[in-house]
């Protein structure tokens, strides 16, 4: 690990940080919370510090400095642009920890800046020094030989030249538009004689360029060696060919990002489907809200740009490193294994080995998956039978994030085709996928497939399939519930869980959960599925006040274990208070946004928590409850946030198999409750240490572990 870079800006130099751990009642409400969006960087800290980290192989270091960029991207478009939105509106309440957006802005910025400069740092002193002595060169246009500039000119002529389109500004051509997240070179041009009408010195003119994003952001320059260089150098080398006859200034990279978000006003939309196309139009041309710029930006320049954008000094970064750095990500596709994670082993597990009916199997007893350990073919492989098996009458299926390329949207179409009633409820406002999701409805109605939106004012997250199938003159359900998307490409890179079951009840559940969402019924219990926005928040909560009943009464150990990606809901946090102050002992792992204080005495003292990052993301959510030794255990879709309980149609569903939950309880929790290699536990003050081995522990990597544990376990 390298121990030198340290990006601690953090609340922990805050002169309120004593008093709060010290304090046995904080005198706020707020100062029981952590900041969300604050949170939501903390997390951004840790994927940045993956690529830091060298123990890591060399190229997926790369990996996680352009997942920072990325992702950070992605905030700016979505919480930051409606943090700016608060404060252009005046609007004054704080956020349920206490801070203005004003106040968030603000220390947004004091976190992230450095940050940003520790990721350029990291890039351009060590990843790309440390890649070119593995002969994988990224170097300058000027560093290239003459031979090499050759090439890379020629390239410029044949394949770049014809795609760009110059942008001066002058009284008759304003400002351009400037498209969100495309790279741009700023220039000034002017001509080298006076104007021989007026016989005085022409006026420079400002000229916006834009990279075409449609060719790759790194150019090879030699025809045997891995050696690249920016397309973006390559046509500030050129600019000449651009402007002949006229006097070309230095040019500069800058890039805008824009406001993304969607606001669908579902209860004044007839078509929800044009409606969100109409809106995707919108989204390019949302405002600005940063505006990121080469380091070596003339002021002037930098001024101007900022005035046309109507943006503020405070948006301003500037960037000493390529301002472009997802075009890296080129280089991680390289063949280069000895520089990458070895490829993951993957199985099935026994009972789905058989080579028997699977319908068979699950009728004998539940299977439990867990990806990407276990192959994703487990639920792509049982769609496809069910769409192919001749005694199946229907299938239902939720889909949230389909992807591009789907196998299983492809069974469904090949189900209707055999003329099977199939019903896919596809969630339109999945951001970021909502034109693939509209691809796909429309193709699947093609099909005949029955295509619902979901439910007014509420967004489908939940990740379930109903098969009913014909038995012996009876109907038979089949379910599968998951953590994560029925997406095969995320699950070779997302840590998520699935559940095949015949059980009753969750199957008659299931049937009159798909009721509630194609024919709107009014469904206000299940006999196991808990439902958000319908009993998800009541029982969770009970859950949760069982166990501080039972430690009230003497019943112990009480416990709670829970798995989850963010936890942010103020009156869950409140719940799991009374709980550790009853003498629960809770642990949480929570992968990213955390609001709630742990370790705080007389409020949160038996409540840790800890993140874990590392080669996959961890997505899978599951929550245990000791129950004075009669243990239940749960999965679902469904993460504490008040959005999850009140605003989604999320399902989380128990684990009834006693072999199955021992397997989540004692292997799958336990396991990164151990953690010592990707793990950091959060401290009350909203900052996380890396948590290391003790002096007689070996090192314990969780997802590692998983790995070699899944391929000899039989669950």
């Known amino acids: 690990m390298i121990s030198n870079l340290k990006i601690e800006n953090r609340i922990a130099a805050s002169p309120a940080r004593p008093k709060l751990v010290k304090a046995t009642t904080p005198a706020k409400t707020e100062q029981r919370l952590l900041n969300r969006e604050l949170s939501l960087v903390e997390f951004f800290r840790h994927v940045l510090e993956e690529g830091f980290d060298d123990q890591n192989p060399l ?6 400095l352009t997942i920072f960029s990325n992702i950070v991207d992605e905030f700016f478009m979505i919480r930051v642009s409606a943090l700016k939105e ?16 004003a106040e968030q802005l603000r220390e947004i910025r004091h976190r992230l800046r450095p940050m940003i400069a520790e990721q350029m740092r990291c890039l351009q002193h060590e990843i790309l020094p440390e890649l070119a002595q593995q002969e994988i060169v990224v170097t300058s246009y000027a560093s290239l030989s003459p031979g090499e500039r050759g090439k890379a000119d020629d390239y410029f002529k044949q394949n770049v030249f014809p795609v760009l389109t110059p942008l001066a500004v002058d009284p008759a051509h304003p400002f351009p538009y400037i498209s969100g997240l495309s790279l741009n070179l700023g220039l000034m041009v002017e001509s080298p004689d006076a104007d021989r009408f007026s016989k005085t010195a022409s006026e420079a003119r400002f000229v916006r360029l834009k990279v075409p994003p449609v060719l790759p952001g790194l150019v090879a320059v030699s025809g045997t060696k891995n050696k690249f260089a920016f397309l973006s150098e390559i046509i500030a080398a050129n600019l000449g060919s651009l402007f002949p006859g006229m006097r070309v200034g230095e040019s500069h990279t800058f890039r805008v990002t824009r406001d993304a978000d969607i606001d669908v006003r579902e209860d004044e939309a007839d078509d929800l ?18 505006l990121e710029v080469a380091d070596g930006m003339p002021d002037e320049m930098l001024d101007y740009l900022t005035n046309s954008l109507g943006l503020e ?17 080129a280089l991680c596709e390289i063949n280069r294994p000895d520089l990458k994670f070895r490829p993951l082993r993957t199985s099935l597990p026994s009972a789905l080995k058989t080579g028997g009916s699977i319908f068979d199997v699950i009728k004998q007893r539940d299977v439990l998956l867990h990806h990407p350990y276990t192959a994703y073919s487990a639920v792509t492989n049982f769609i496809r039978t069910a769409a192919e098996d001749p005694d199946v009458l229907a299938i239902k299926i939720c889909l949230y994030r389909t992807g591009q390329q789907s196998q299983i949207a492809e069974s469904l179409i090949h189900a209707a085709e055999q003329g099977k009633q199939v019903t896919a409820l596809i969630e339109l406002k999945a951001r970021f996928d909502e034109e693939n999701n509209i691809e796909w409805a429309r193709r699947l109605e093609h099909a005949g497939v029955h295509v619902v939106y979901g439910l007014l004012g509420l967004k489908t997250h939940c990740k379930l399939t109903l098969v009913v199938r014909l038995e012996h003159g009876a109907l038979k359900r089949y379910v599968h519930i998951a953590t994560g998307n029925y997406n095969p490409t995320n699950s070779c890179t997302y840590t998520d869980l699935g559940l095949f079951t015949a059980d009753e009840d969750i199957g008659a559940d299931a049937s009159e959960f798909f009721n509630y969402l194609t024919g709107y019924s009014r469904q206000n219990d299940y006999r196991r599925l808990f439902v958000a926005p319908v009993n998800l928040r009541e029982k969770l909560t009970g859950l949760i006040e069982r166990e501080t009943a039972n430690a009230k009464a003497g019943r112990r150990p009480a416990r709670i274990v829970a798995k989850l990606n963010r936890l942010a809901d103020p009156n869950i946090i409140q719940t799991l208070y009374d709980a550790s102050e009853a003498g629960v002992s809770i642990d949480l792992i929570v992968r990213g946004i955390c609001m709630l204080r742990p370790g705080v005495p007389g409020i949160s003292e038996n409540i840790r928590v800890r993140s874990i990052v590392g080669r996959f993301l961890e997505h899978s959510r599951i929550f245990y409850f000791r129950n004075g030794g009669d243990e239940d255990v749960y999965i679902g879709s469904a993460d504490w946030m008040s959005r999850n309980l009140n605003r989604r149609v999320e399902v989380v569903c128990p684990v009834n198999d006693p072999k199955l939950r021992a397997f989540l309880k004692d292997e799958v929790l336990q396991a990164y409750l151990k953690d010592n290699a990707r793990a950091r536990q959060l401290q009350p003050d909203g900052s996380y240490e890396r948590v290391r081995p003790g002096a007689d522990e070996e090192r314990f990597d969780s997802q590692i572990h998983f790995e070699g544990f899944q391929m000899n376990v039989d669950i």
């Open 86 to 101: 608060e404060v252009e509106e005046g609007w004054v309440h704080p956020s349920p920890d206490g801070l203005t957006a």
């Open 313 to 329: 000094s405070d948006d301003i970064y500037r960037i000493a490193g390529p301002l472009n750095v997802s075009d890296l990500t």
């Open 59 to 64: 190229l997926e270091r790369l990996r996680f």
């Open 273 to 290: 489907l044009r409606a969100l196309q109409t809106e995707l139009r919108r989204r390019r041309f949302g405002k600005p809200v940063r």
